[in-house]
Structure formats: C-alpha cells, structure tokens
C-alpha cells in the first residue's frame, strides 16, 4: 500500500482508496456492503479503514445516492402466526447473518390488514427503504405487484406461480414432497393422504403437486378424498386430519405439508388410538426444531431455510447495487430426514 496524502486532515474515501491501492468505486462498494468486490481487495479496503480511522458520512452519502441503508423484511402474518411458526424465525436468522457485516438496517414490518398495507405502500413510495424482502406470499397479494410498479429492488421468499416475474428464492418444494411418498409408498404404505397448505400459494401448490406425481410414477390412483388443505397452523392440521380420518379410515400414512400441521395430526392420531408409525406413517415438511421433538420424532423433508434468508439478501443487496440487475431464480434443494414417524 501506498502512503497516503494530506496526512493530519479527516480521511475520505479518496485516501482509503489510495492506501489500500483500490479505486474510489471499490471502496464506496465495500463500505456499502456491496457485492462484487474480492476477498483480497476487501481486506486491504478494511485495513484501510482501521488504518485512517475512516467513518462513513452517512448523511452525504444518501444525499449522493438517495440510499438509506435500511431493507425491510415484510411478512404478511399476525405475530401469533410468527411467534409459532418455525419457518419465519429461521429466514430472519438468515437475513440478519447476511446483513452482520454490511452497514444496512433490517426493518421487520408485518402486514395484517388493509391499513397495514396501504401504511406499507406509502412508506415504500417514499423510498424510505432501499428494497424489500417478501415472505408468505399469496398469489392474490397485491404488494409484489405495487413494488414491481415502483421499481423497488424486491425479492421474494417463494413465489406467486411459476411465471414469478420479482426476484426469488425457493426450495424444490415439488421434489421434496415427491421423496416423501416415494419412501412411504417404499415402506409398503398404500392409502397415503396429503395435508396441503393454503392452495393460494405456490408453496401449497406445489407440495400437493408433488404428492399426485409421486403416486402417479408409481401407478397408484390419486383419490382426491385423500387430499384435506390446511393452512400450516397445528390446529389447522389437526382438523384436516380429523376430516381425512373421518372419510377415509383406511389411511395408513399422512404427508403433511409442514412440520406444524404433521404435529397437529400426530396429537388427533393419538386421540383416535391410531398408532404411529404401525397404524399410520407421518412425515412432514421444513425439518424444523418441531420434527425432534414431537412423539414420535417426526421424518421430514429438510429445507435449507436460513439459507433461503440468506440467499434472497444477497440477491436483493445486487439489486440494490446494481438497479439494473436481470431478475434471478433460485432453488434450493431439499433432502429427506427419516425419524420415527415414518
């Protein structure tokens, strides 16, 4: 590195730039927590700032770039929803580990009601955020759309349909349901029922989708008396189930699409003195802390959750970056964890 001029005055970014031998755009990109910089003049951009005791004008810089340094997280659930749902606690840990060492705040917004949206929609017309991460998403939500209109840098945690236009991250939901009932059509089951999501997402789509084509690869009929929607609540699973034994007392294995609805019928199972996993197999979906400790422990299919927070942070910080940036698609993989239950 080089010695940098004007010694004894404050620093700016034009002396960390020449101390650390970078130009000016590689420095304002690693101080702003942009992609797009390697690791070697990353570190000595760093060493820099240590070096010259260099601080950010955060004031000048959003006059300059119109950024605030603030993302938000809106997730269209009551805190009730939030506080029992796995799920949400993991794609928060895996946004906020992809924001730890950026200069960005996360700002955590929930979107109950009409007010609430409209509230959400004028703070986003403001550009008092720099993008926004969307999880939970229905196909009918009209949120996507007015942020796609205002040209906010948005990702989604999984998608309105396949023809999802924004920026998203999702896990092969259809090929995690399908090794489901493949391993429970494996282990001899013949009667195996579904316990969907809510119909109006992708997620609850394509679980049920991958439930008919793991039956149909393997010539069994699709019996739609089979098939109960939920609404990935434990109460929602329970009654599902309730209603599947009801019409089916024949059933000998549930996949259910998430861990919190299989322990909802795991609890109505017991209730109706059906054995698990003799009488019934259940499997469920996410792999969450609920799959270890439910009796028995439940098989389930893993997906990589945080991961998926972490993934669409760094898709939305590009985006932000780069406003131009093309839309991107990613699926995460997802693999079977058998337990007890199955």
């Not at 001029?5 to 031998?21: D, I, N, S, W």
């Not at 720099?130 to 949120?143: E, M, Q, R, W, Y």
């Not at 059509?185 to 793991?214: H, Q």
């Not at 034994?245 to 549930?254: E, H, K, N, S, Y």
């Amino acid at each position: 590195m080089s010695s940098p001029k004007h010694q004894g005055q404050r620093p700016t970014l034009e002396a960390v730039a020449e101390l650390a031998g970078v130009g000016r755009g590689t420095v304002s990109r690693v101080v702003n927590g942009a992609p797009g910089v390697s690791a070697k003049a990353r570190a000595a951009v760093e060493t820099a700032i240590t070096q010259l005791n260099y601080i950010p004008n955060p004031a000048a810089r959003s006059l300059v770039t119109s950024r605030t340094d603030c993302v938000a997280l809106v997730i269209p659930e009551s805190e009730s929803r939030l506080a029992a749902e796995p799920y949400f606690s993991a794609v928060i840990r895996g946004v906020s580990t992809e924001l730890a060492d950026t200069e960005m705040q996360l700002l955590l917004i929930l979107v109950r009601d009409r007010r609430e949206l409209d509230r959400l929609t004028r703070f986003a017309a403001a550009r008092r955020v720099d993008g926004v991460l969307l999880v939970s998403i229905h196909d009918d939500d009209p949120l996507p759309g007015l942020l796609e209109e205002m040209r906010m840098p948005t990702v989604l945690a999984g998608r309105r349909s396949p023809d999802e236009s924004l920026s998203h991250v999702h896990s092969d939901n259809v090929g995690g349901a399908v090794t489901a009932v493949r391993h429970l059509i494996d282990g001899g089951r013949t009667t195996i029922a579904t316990i969907t999501g809510p119909l109006d997402m992708d997620v609850g789509n394509s679980r049920l989708r991958g439930w008919r084509e793991a039956l149909a690869e393997r010539g069994a009929a699709v019996d739609e008396r089979l098939v109960a929607v939920a609404d990935f609540t434990e109460e929602g699973g329970r009654t599902a189930m309730r209603d599947l034994l009801d019409r089916a007392p024949g059933i000998d294995a549930v996949f259910a699409a998430s861990d919190v609805m299989a322990a909802g019928a795991l609890t109505e199972l017991r209730e109706r003195g059906r054995r698990v996993p003799d009488d019934v197999a259940v499997i469920g979906f996410d792999d969450s802390v609920i799959a270890r400790h439910t009796t028995p422990a439940l098989t389930s299919v893993r997906q990589p959750i945080e991961a998926i927070g972490r993934s669409i942070t760094r898709l939305l910080l590009a985006e932000i970056a780069e406003p131009a940036t093309a839309h991107r698609q990613l699926v995460l993989p997802t693999t079977l964890v058998v337990r007890d239950s199955a």
